[in-house]
């Protein structure tokens, strides 16, 4: 069965510092992976993903995430961090079939101190 | 266009008693996923719909069940519910299941059981 785990429960950087979130999954063959963020009281949306091609993914906001297939990971990266990235972000993945679930990790809390 | 709608927003319940809540996804999306979000583990999936059929079930005992309608709204019911069922359920609605399809969140129901 699939599983995602995120490296940190709750993280805390200061504005204008740099990111990276850890996720690691495991599953033998082919996954598309996902960021998703949820910032305080809004609802859970995409930041990016990663389906095939270049592992080097950018998505929104200035964020990106490399996938690293030999480490079974999928690393989120921001070089600079602002107030408003302050949220709960989820690395999600599911086996590279169209009709499988997506499964979430347990969530990183990042809190940017101005 | 519309996001996907939950309802209701909040309730409380005490254990034993049973509940329902609703979703009502993106216009043309076809596929509905119902996960359990708790602090500490993040989102637990349930289960996922599309065109009236359950094509995916997470591990969750059967007192969880659900069901997708003709129009593409869903439903999720617990029945004989447990201090533990507290959470927030989070309904997705995707053109598309798994790989291929965004996952667009709605804002969930937050249930309280006393």
């Known amino acids: 069965a699939q599983s995602v785990s995120q490296h940190n429960h709750h993280v805390i950087l200061s504005e204008a510092a740099s990111l990276e979130l850890g996720c690691n999954y495991s599953y033998g063959g082919t996954v598309n992976l996902f960021w998703y963020v949820q910032y305080p009281g809004q609802h859970l949306q995409l930041l990016l993903k990663?389906?095939?091609?270049?592992?080097l993914v950018k998505g929104i906001k200035g964020f990106e995430a490399e996938f690293i297939k030999s480490k079974f990971s999928f690393n989120l990266r921001k070089p600079s961090v602002q107030w408003s990235d302050t949220a709960e972000y989820f690395c999600?993945?599911?086996?590279?079939?169209?009709?499988?679930?997506?499964?979430f990790g347990p969530g990183t809390s990042l809190s940017v101190i101005p | 266009k519309a996001g996907v709608t939950q309802t209701p927003r909040y309730l409380i319940k005490t254990r034993g008693q049973q509940v329902t809540l609703s979703c009502s996804p993106i216009?043309?999306?076809?596929?509905v996923s119902w996960y359990q979000q708790t602090p500490g583990q993040g989102l637990q999936f349930l289960f996922e719909?599309?065109?009236?059929?359950?094509?995916n079930k997470g591990n969750f005992p059967g007192r969880f069940s659900g069901r997708q309608f003709s129009n593409s709204r869903s439903e999720m019911n617990v029945s004989t519910l447990e201090l533990g069922d507290s959470a927030l359920y989070l309904c997705a609605s995707s053109s598309l299941t798994g790989s291929t399809g965004e996952l667009f969140f709605g804002e969930g129901s937050r249930l309280t059981v006393l």
């Open positions: 990663y389906f095939s091609g270049d592992p």
């Open positions: 216009s043309g999306h076809r596929s």
């Open positions: 719909y599309f065109s009236e059929t359950q094509r």
């Open positions: 999600a993945v599911n086996a590279g079939t169209s009709y499988d679930k997506v499964i």
